[in-house]
C-alpha cells in the first residue's frame, strides 16, 4: 500500500497564489523527506528536502513545513508562476528506500 | 554533462519475450536505483544498488532482476515480460549512502516508456 498518502490529485491556481501540496506518512522510521518536480516527458528532479529534526525549510518560492507529530509535512509554493505548472511529488526515505506519495499535478493559470 | 542515460526510451514488446533496460551514469554514483511510475501510484521502487555486486529489493521487486557489475551500469531485466509490467521507468543514481538511510539527491533519467502486449 501507499507508504506516503498525497494530496490533492491535482490543482489549479491562478499566477501569484498560493499552492499548498499536502503529504502524510506512518512509518515513524522515515528520516528524510524530499520533494520531486516533473514536467512532462522528463525525469523527476530534487526541488527542495527536509529531515525530521526541523519544522520549516524554505528555498526561494518553495517551503517544506514539517509536523513530525503528526506525521505530515507540505509543501507550499508561493508566488505561483507558469513555468512551476508540474507534478510534484513527496517522499520519504528509510534503510536506503524511497516511498513517493501519488502525486500532484499543479496548473498555474497565468 | 553529467547525466543518467537509460535505453531503449520507447519499447513495446509481447508477454514472454526477454528484455533489458540499460541504465548509466557517468557521475560515479554509488548508489542507484530503478522505479516505475503509474497513473494514481507515483513512483514505486523496484530495486536498488548500494554499490558493485550489491544490491536488493525494493517495494515492487517481482518479475524484474538487476545486476551491478560496473559501477556505472544498472540494467533492468525483465525475463519474462507480462502486460501489467507496462509502464514507466526511470533509473536513478545519488552520490552516496550516509549512514542508514538515503538523504542525497537521486538524478533521474529521461525514463523508458515500456508496453507488452
Known amino acids: 500500500q501507499q507508504q506516503v498518502k498525497q494530496s490533492p490529485q491535482s490543482l489549479i491556481v491562478q499566477k501569484g497564489g498560493i499552492s499548498i501540496i499536502n503529504c502524510a506518512y506512518e512509518n515513524t522510521a522515515f528520516d528524510y523527506f524530499p520533494w520531486y518536480q516533473q514536467f512532462p516527458g522528463k525525469g523527476p528532479a530534487l526541488l527542495i528536502a527536509?529531515?525530521?529534526?526541523?519544522s520549516e525549510k524554505k528555498e526561494g518560492r518553495f517551503t517544506i513545513s514539517f509536523n513530525k507529530s503528526a506525521k505530515q509535512f507540505s509543501l507550499h509554493i508561493m508566488d505561483s508562476q507558469p513555468g512551476d505548472s508540474a507534478t510534484y511529488f513527496c517522499a520519504a526515505s528509510r534503510d536506503y528506500k524511497l516511498s513517493f506519495g501519488a502525486g500532484t499535478t499543479v496548473t498555474v493559470r497565468a | 554533462e553529467a547525466q543518467v542515460t537509460q535505453n531503449p526510451r520507447y519499447l513495446i514488446t509481447v508477454t514472454g519475450k526477454k528484455l533489458t533496460v540499460t541504465c548509466s551514469q557517468n557521475?560515479?554514483?554509488?548508489?542507484m536505483s530503478w522505479y516505475r511510475q503509474d497513473p494514481g501510484l507515483g513512483l514505486r521502487q523496484i530495486y536498488y544498488s548500494m554499490n558493485v555486486e550489491v544490491t536488493d529489493k525494493g517495494d515492487v521487486p517481482e518479475g524484474y532482476k538487476v545486476s551491478r557489475k560496473e559501477k556505472r551500469n544498472f540494467p533492468l531485466i525483465l525475463e519474462s515480460p507480462s502486460p501489467n509490467q507496462t509502464s514507466l521507468y526511470f533509473c536513478?543514481?545519488?552520490?552516496?549512502?550516509?549512514?542508514?538511510?538515503?538523504?542525497?539527491?537521486?538524478?533521474f533519467g529521461p525514463g523508458t516508456r515500456l508496453t507488452v502486449t
Open positions: 557521475m560515479n554514483h554509488e548508489y
Open positions: 527536509i529531515r525530521p529534526d526541523v
Open positions: 536513478a543514481s545519488s552520490l552516496r549512502v550516509r549512514g542508514a538511510s538515503l538523504n542525497y539527491e537521486q538524478y
